[in-house]
C-alpha cells in the first residue's frame, strides 16, 4: 500500500502543476488503448468534466494520468479434482492496480512523440490460472515480476499527407493532433501493444470503462506479439482514406512463452500482423465498422502433436510442449471484428477469431477458436451521459491436439487440470459503469463461466467484480 500511496502522490503531484485547459480529454486503458463508445449528439460544452484536473491548453503537449483499481471474488465451486494450473475451487478474492502516466509532444504538424509510464500490483483470482478466458485484463500474468514502474509506451508517430482536405480528429493519448488529412499514411515506431492500433471495437475494448475478461476486451484467437506485460517493439505503416484504412505491423515475439523478454533476431523470431478496416452505412445515419485481421508469428513454438508423441513413446514423463530444441515454427490465424450502432446510446458488436491451432499458444492466452456477441451503451437514455453499460457472450475452444495436450496432463502456460473432460469455455459478462464526478468512475460487473479451461468436471465459475477508474 505504501508504494501505491507513493504512486499515487506522484500523479497527483504532476497534476497539480499542470496549466489548466478549457476542455479534458479521454484516456486510453493502460494494455488496449480504445475508442470510446460514440457520444451522443447534442452541446459538448455542456459535458461534465471527465478529469479530475483540466489539461494544458496547448495542444502540442499531453500530460495526464489514471488509474485502475479492481477487486473481484468467486465463491467456492464444484472441482473433483485439479492440476498445476487450475484456478483454486476454494472461495478467494484479489485485488489489481493500473497506474499510469501518459505524455507527449506534437513537435509539428506531421511528428509528434509519446511516452507512457505504468505502474502495476496485485494479483488476479487464482493468479490468472485456469481460464482461457480470464476475469481481470489488468492482471500482470507473471506474478513475479518486478512492481517498479516502467516503460510501456515509447513511440515516433509521423503523418505523411497524401491530400490537402483536412478533417476534425480528437486528440487522445495515442494521437495529438486536432487535424488529420482524409488521405493519409501514418507510420509509428517504438514500443506499444499491437492491439493498441488493432482488433480495436468502440464497445469492448477497454478495461478502464467496458469489459473486464480477456476475451471480451480482445480477439482471444489473436494470439498476439507481447511479452507478459502486453507490450512489445514494432514497426507499423497505415494508410487511411475517407471511408476504409488498412494497417500492417512487423513485432517482436518473446522469447518464451508468456515471457517477459523480446528476442531481438528477426532472423529467429518477428510477427507480422495485417488489417483491413472499413467504413459503411448499412442502417441510415448509423455507420457501420468491420476489421478483418490476419496475422503470423514466427517464434521457438512447441507443436502439441510432438509433444504427445514424445509422451505416448515415453521420451517424456509427461507432454511437454517446451521439451524441444530451439526451433523456429509459424503460427498463424485470421479474425473479424464488428460494431454496429443503433442509435445515439445503443450499439451492438461481435467478433469471431480462430487460429490453427497446431502450435502452443504462446504470447496471449490459451484460444484457438472464438465468437462473441455483445451490446454497449451510454446514459443517455436515463440522462447519465458518461455511464455506460454492456452485456456480452463469448464461446471459446480449441483444437483437438491441444484438447489431448491436456487430458493427457500437459500444461500451458494458463491452463493445466491434469485431465480434461472437454467443453466450450463459455462467459457471460454485465457491467455498469457510474461517473461519480469529474474524473472519477466507479464500476459493478459480474462474470460467469461454464466449463471453466474448458473443463466440464469443473464449475461453473461465478465472479462478481468492483471497480475504481480515475482519470487525472
Keep these: 500500500m505504501a508504494q501505491f500511496a507513493l ?16 476542455r479534458a480529454q479521454d484516456t486510453p486503458t493502460n494494455q488496449a488503448p480504445a475508442q470510446s ?53 476454494e472461495a478467494q478474492d484479489a485485488s489489481s492496480r493500473v ?43 507473471n506474478p513475479t515480476l518486478s512492481k517498479a514502474p516502467y516503460v510501456a509506451r515509447l513511440m515516433w508517430h509521423q503523418i505523411i499527407p497524401l491530400s490537402g482536405e483536412k478533417a476534425p480528429s480528437e486528440r487522445t493519448p495515442l494521437s495529438l ?18 492491439v493498441d492500433f488493432f482488433d480495436v471495437n468502440t464497445y ?25 506485460r502486453g507490450y512489445t517493439y514494432a514497426a507499423m505503416v497505415e494508410y487511411d ?5 488498412v494497417r500492417f505491423a512487423e513485432a517482436l515475439m518473446p522469447k518464451v512463452a508468456n515471457g517477459i523478454n523480446l528476442d531481438a533476431d528477426l532472423g529467429r523470431a518477428h510477427s507480422e500482423n495485417f488489417e483491413f478496416e472499413l467504413h459503411h452505412s448499412f442502417l441510415p445515419r448509423r455507420e457501420t465498422v468491420v476489421r478483418l485481421l490476419g496475422y503470423a508469428n514466427h517464434a521457438n513454438m512447441g507443436v502439441y502433436s510432438v509433444a504427445i508423441d514424445d509422451f505416448l513413446a515415453g521420451r ?64 443517455t437514455k436515463w440522462r447519465r451521459k458518461l455511464d455506460r453499460a454492456g452485456l456480452a457472450f463469448v464461446s471459446n475452444g480449441i483444437s483437438r491436439e491441444h484438447q489431448e495436450y491436456l487430458a493427457l496432463g500437459g ?42 479451461g474448458y473443463n466440464r468436471d469443473r464449475g461453473p465459475v461465478f465472479a462478481p467484480a468492483l471497480r475504481l477508474h480515475v482519470e487525472f
Design 37 to 89: 463508445a460514440p457520444a451522443p449528439a447534442g452541446d459538448s460544452s455542456t459535458d461534465p468534466p471527465t478529469t479530475l484536473f483540466p489539461h494544458f491548453e496547448s495542444d502540442r503537449i499531453w500530460l495526464s494520468g489514471q488509474a485502475n483499481i479492481i477487486t473481484q471474488w468467486h465463491p467456492a465451486f464444484r472441482s473433483p479434482y485439479q492440476g498445476p494450473n487450475s484456478l483454486s475451487p
Design 316 to 379: 517424456t514423463p509427461t507432454p511437454e510442449i517446451t521439451a524441444h530444441p530451439q526451433q523456429t515454427t509459424t503460427k498463424y490465424g485470421f479474425g473479424v471484428n464488428v460494431e454496429q450502432p443503433l442509435t445515439d446510446w445503443l450499439g451492438i458488436f461481435a467478433r469471431w477469431g480462430w487460429n490453427e491451432g497446431q502450435h502452443e499458444s504462446y504470447a496471449y492466452t490459451e484460444v484457438d477458436e472464438t465468437e462473441q456477441v455483445g451490446a454497449g451503451a451510454q446514459g
Design 411 to 452: 500444461v500451458g502456460f494458463l491452463l493445466g487440470d491434469g485431465r480434461l473432460n472437454y467443453g466450450r469455455e463459455n462467459i457471460i459478462e454485465t457491467y455498469y459503469t457510474l461517473h461519480v464526478w469529474r474524473g472519477i468512475f466507479t464500476a459493478i460487473d459480474a462474470q460467469y463461466i461454464r466449463n471453466p
Design 241 to 245: 482514406d475517407r471511408h476504409w484504412a
Design 177 to 194: 493532433f486536432p487535424q488529420l488529412p482524409v488521405r493519409r499514411i501514418e507510420i509509428r515506431f517504438g514500443k506499444f501493444s499491437l
Design 99 to 141: 497506474l499510469t502516466l501518459l505524455t507527449g509532444m506534437r513537435i509539428n504538424g506531421t511528428t509528434e512523440f509519446l511516452l507512457d509510464i505504468q505502474e502495476t500490483g496485485g494479483h488476479g483470482i487464482g493468479e490468472a490460472l485456469g481460464l482461457a478466458g480470464f476475469t481481470n485484463l489488468d492482471v500482470v500474468r
Design 204 to 228: 469492448g475494448s477497454d478495461s478502464n470503462l467496458q469489459f473486464m475478461n480477456w476475451t471480451l476486451d480482445n480477439n482471444g484467437a489473436y494470439d498476439y506479439a507481447a511479452d507478459t
Design 7 to 22: 504512486s499515487f502522490l506522484f500523479l497527483l503531484g504532476l497534476r497539480l502543476a499542470t496549466p489548466p485547459s478549457a
